[in-house]
């Protein structure tokens, strides 16, 4: 079905401060929730939002939200979210990144005790939007075993690479480092559907294509076996490593409701201003755009993508038509309706 976003947003918005969180921190993480949806990435849109609400009804995420600067230096700083929704202190950690950046041409940020921040493209597009590239990891509780390992070491950590053009959209590519993101495997089981082989395996190692295998203590598949799963071990070392931070086995599942997550976030803002002039960078990337796009097709492609281009022609889209959702999200969202009391109606624009 498709849904009318401006009222999931109010509901989602509501929601969160009726829990306590400031109006700018409740629109921050609507904003990431809509914009996933947009996107067409439903995995991390407003299907989270009832975790995030259990999450912070048992104090796991803490509201209101508070988000302090550890240490800086000249073109570094470590922030310390206090466990605040992660959309919030991503959103934090990529502006520190960005005002490092402009003074001293490049900034490093990390942050450490924070949440699932949702999509890495949000916080890589900030800095695109300033004219600077943005690198954008995560950790994430592990998901993934070694190459022939039979036992979860490791999160299929997102990583997202944005860059500014000089007309149309800015290219990003933000991916999982699992053939597919969990929030894909949790989407096809509430639609009630079989994945497709090579996205996880269930608990013996097996391939599998039934989602609640995966789930239920099997593992995610690395993108590229070994290559995935060694840029998986560098985004930890980036993130819970480098931030002195829960890392690999030590996070618990976001859907294990017994603790709280100590996530972080690595963020790398480069000033291109400062490195070479606008004008050549973006005559640059518009020759390797046309590049990819007039390459010779295969038989049968109507259309060559550069990366975030299919993301990006998906928003415009459902910014006219609504988001899609799935009958079950929006039942569980009605129940959080009743269950905190903020009205959520008339959703429906079409069946
Ligand atoms: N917060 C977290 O803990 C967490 C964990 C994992 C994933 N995620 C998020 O999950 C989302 C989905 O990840 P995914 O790996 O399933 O993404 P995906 O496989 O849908 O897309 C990955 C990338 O490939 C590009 N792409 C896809 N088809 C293409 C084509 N034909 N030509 C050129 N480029 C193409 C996309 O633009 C995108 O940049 C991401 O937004 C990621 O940040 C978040």
Same mark, same amino acid.
């Given at each position: 079905?498709?849904? /009318?976003?401006?009222?999931?947003? #109010? ?36 299907? #989270?939002?009832?975790?995030?609400? *259990?999450?912070? *009804? ?7 939200? $508070?988000?302090?600067? +550890? ?6 700083? =470590? ?13 934090? !950690? ?7 950046a402009r003074?001293?041409g490049?900034?490093? &940020? ?22 600077m ?16 390992? &039979? ?13 500014? @053009? ?27 559907? +079989?994945?497709? $082989? ?7 190692? +097996?391939?599998?294509? /039934?989602?609640?295998?995966? =789930? /239920? ?9 070994? $290559? ?10 980036? !993130?819970?490593?480098? @931030? ?13 409701? $017994? ?12 000033d291109?201003s400062q ?8 005559? #640059? ?12 097709? &295969?038989?049968?492609? /109507? ?28 039942? +569980? ?19």
């Amino acid at each position: 079905m498709i849904v /009318d976003a401006a009222k999931i947003s #109010r509901f989602s918005r509501e929601s969160f401060t009726k829990l306590g969180m400031s109006e700018e921190d409740a629109d921050t993480v609507t904003t990431t929730m809509l914009e996933a949806d947009y996107r067409g990435i439903h995995s991390h849109g407003f299907l #989270r939002l009832p975790i995030y609400v *259990k999450r912070i *009804k048992k104090n796991f995420i803490q509201v209101p939200s $508070k988000v302090t600067v +550890e240490m800086e230096t000249e073109a570094m700083a =470590l922030l310390d979210g206090h466990y605040s929704a992660g959309q919030v202190v991503g959103k934090k !950690t990529m502006e520190k990144a960005m005002e490092l950046a402009r003074n001293h041409g490049i900034g490093m &940020a990390t942050a450490k005790h924070s949440n699932h921040f949702g999509i890495a493209a949000h916080y890589a597009l900030m800095a695109a939007e300033q004219n600077m590239l943005g690198i954008v990891m995560s950790n994430v509780e592990p998901l993934m075993p070694a190459i022939g390992g &039979a036992e979860k070491v490791i999160g299929n950590n997102p990583i997202a690479f944005a860059s500014p @053009t000089a007309e149309g959209d800015p290219i990003v590519l933000d991916m999982a480092l699992s053939n597919a993101p969990l929030g894909k495997i949790l989407f096809a089981q509430a639609q009630g559907k +079989e994945i497709p $082989k090579g996205w996880g395996v269930d608990k013996n190692g +097996e391939a599998t294509t /039934d989602p609640a295998q995966v =789930l /239920d203590g099997g593992f995610l598949s690395p993108v590229a076996g070994p $290559k995935g799963f060694g840029l998986a071990i560098f985004a930890e070392i980036l !993130t819970g490593i480098l @931030t002195g931070s829960q890392f690999s086995k030590s996070i618990p599942s976001m859907y294990d409701m $017994k603790e709280k997550q100590s996530i972080s976030h690595f963020m790398l803002a480069i000033d291109l201003s400062q490195f070479v002039s606008g004008e050549e960078y973006g005559n #640059r990337i518009k020759t390797l755009t046309s590049f990819v796009k007039e390459s010779k097709k &295969a038989p049968g492609v /109507d259309d060559l993508y550069m990366p975030g281009e299919i993301e990006f022609e998906r928003e415009r889209k459902n910014k006219e038509s609504g988001i899609a959702m799935e009958e079950n999200v929006l039942q +569980e969202l009605y129940q959080l309706s009743d269950e905190l009391g903020v009205s959520l109606k008339e959703v429906v624009l079409q069946d």
